[in-house]
């Protein structure tokens, strides 16, 4: 009986669940609380910072295409931030003496060079790949989302064909494409999304698996690999000498 | 199947007609999210590529919607996934390090570690495993207000940013309008990224080195001078110095990259 009763509720309304478990799961007294919160960060950070002589003069510096793209570049200063506070400290360690403390220093710096050059190189030579990916990616986007595809102005079509379609009205890029002619506001996000996924993965894999797993291990090993020769030689030499 | 069908562009598709970009019929039918007459200005901007060039290799992209990468792109969890990467980028930068230096490296370094260095290895990992999650955990507490401020400005522009048409070339503020703007995308970015790069950068590593040896203690079962080392190689200075040289904190703690 009350199976049945569950059921007929569910029936007429079945969204019922989703919005039982909503509002009992957000206190609203902490929900006001946490939107005054983000309210006052909206306007006292991000719109002084819209507002600040610091923005107005970074958009006239930054004008050129290399510029494009700031994930990259704000992923590099945070990394180039981070190692230049671990150099200073190797810099500034009184336990090592000051040639050790310029060796590492030094080996830090080579490090930071060598992960922001390959994260740089690598993010640039996979621009063209990704905007290819990113192309297939809106493709499948629009065999979901039919209604987005304009055919009203571009006719009946199919999305397997729309780098032709972008090449027909003149288009390299699919975000162009879509914020003239498709106008899909998700789309817009989402191919976004995959530009600052690519960033990411790129300087994420750079700085945090390939230097320090396929490059300094390596390394490492050659190193040791070196110092023990030496030790070697060192000992036959002592056990010459007695 | 439905590749072969594709072929279903009305006839005089490419004709001046559909010539939708350049048409002044156009811009004035869809107005809104047009900028201004330059529109190399607003043009182009896509975080993905440095050139703007696409020099794609086929035309058609075959058997669209059935491979497997075709399966993820059309899945509801990787656009919810490219949802945070775009709004909420700081957390995303933490999802990355979570994925690559919280389990891609460790693995790697355990499946590359001999049987001499395998209790360092474990222990390193333990280490990068805790740093990671604390990591992603500390950003998303931290950075949460921040991001649903900044869907606020993005949701509602016209309340936080009137004022600023010219300093974004926009000829007014607008969702739509400022979607296009390349200089308004840009700072937008800063200024998402700006609060852990310049500001919380150093208290958050500062919280995260705090919570690891109780995340190796309870979860790992690890604690911090406990795990052995085993070095019995002879004891010359460059082996000395060798040692010291990995020993070091700063050398522990950089590692290379970006704790």
Do not use: C
Request: proline share 4%; aromatic share 12%.
């Amino acid at each position: 009986m009350k199976i049945m009763q569950t059921q007929a509720y569910n029936l007429a309304n079945p969204s019922y669940k989703r919005q039982r478990s909503k509002s009992s799961s957000t206190n609203p007294q902490f929900t006001g609380k946490y939107d005054q919160l983000a309210e006052w960060i909206a306007n006292n950070y991000y719109k002084r910072f819209y507002n600040s002589k610091f923005s107005r003069k970074f958009i006239e510096n930054t004008k050129g295409p290399m510029w494009d793209n700031m994930t990259t570049h704000m992923s590099a200063l945070g990394s180039t931030l981070i190692s230049g506070m671990y150099i200073v400290k190797t810099l500034q360690n009184d336990k090592l003496d000051k040639e050790k403390r310029k060796t590492l220093a030094l080996n830090d710096f080579m490090v930071w060079g060598l992960s922001t050059f390959g994260a740089y190189f690598m993010d640039s030579k996979l621009g063209n790949w990704w905007d290819g990916v990113t192309t297939r990616f809106a493709a499948n986007y629009l065999l979901d989302n039919p209604e987005s595809m304009k055919k009203d102005i571009l006719g009946d079509w199919n999305p397997a064909n729309l780098r032709k379609v972008m090449k027909e009205q003149g288009y390299k890029s699919i975000r162009d494409f879509n914020l003239d002619i498709l106008k899909d506001k998700k789309l817009t996000t989402l191919i976004d999304g995959m530009g600052v996924l690519k960033s990411l993965f790129v300087f994420g894999m750079v700085y945090r698996y390939i230097v320090p797993v396929l490059v300094m291990k390596p390394a490492n090993w050659i190193g040791n690999y070196y110092h023990k020769k030496q030790a070697e030689k060192a000992q036959a030499a002592q056990t010459e000498n007695k | 199947m439905k590749i072969d069908s594709i072929k279903t562009y009305p006839v005089g598709y490419s004709s001046q007609k559909f010539r939708l970009k350049h048409s002044s019929e156009h811009k004035s039918e869809h107005n809104e999210g047009m900028l201004n007459d330059n529109e190399s200005v607003n043009r182009g901007y896509y975080s993905g590529s440095f050139t703007g060039k696409n020099e794609a290799a086929a035309e058609v992209f075959e058997n669209l919607g059935n491979t497997f990468t075709d399966k993820i792109f059309r899945s509801g969890k990787f656009h919810d996934l490219l949802h945070v990467f775009e709004e909420k980028t700081v957390v995303a930068s933490t999802l990355v390090a979570l994925i690559v230096a919280g389990m891609a490296r460790p693995a790697t370094n355990l499946a590359m570690a001999g049987k001499e260095d395998r209790e360092d290895s474990i222990y390193a990992a333990s280490h990068a495993i805790s740093s990671a999650v604390i990591g992603f955990i500390v950003s998303s507490i931290v950075m949460a207000p921040f991001d649903k401020a900044f869907r606020k400005i993005k949701e509602n522009p016209e309340k936080y940013l009137t004022g600023l048409e010219e300093l974004f070339d926009v000829k007014e503020i607008g969702k739509r309008k400022l979607e296009k703007s390349k200089p308004y995308k840009k700072i937008s970015k800063v200024a998402q990224m700006i609060p852990d790069t310049l500001i919380l950068g150093i208290p958050k590593a500062m919280l995260t080195i705090a919570l690891i040896p109780p995340i190796l203690k309870y979860v790992f079962h690890i604690e911090k001078g406990k795990h052995k080392h085993k070095t019995q190689e002879p004891q010359t200075d460059n082996v000395q110095y060798s040692k010291e040289f990995v020993k070091n904190p700063s050398f522990k703690a950089f590692k290379g990259g970006n704790k």
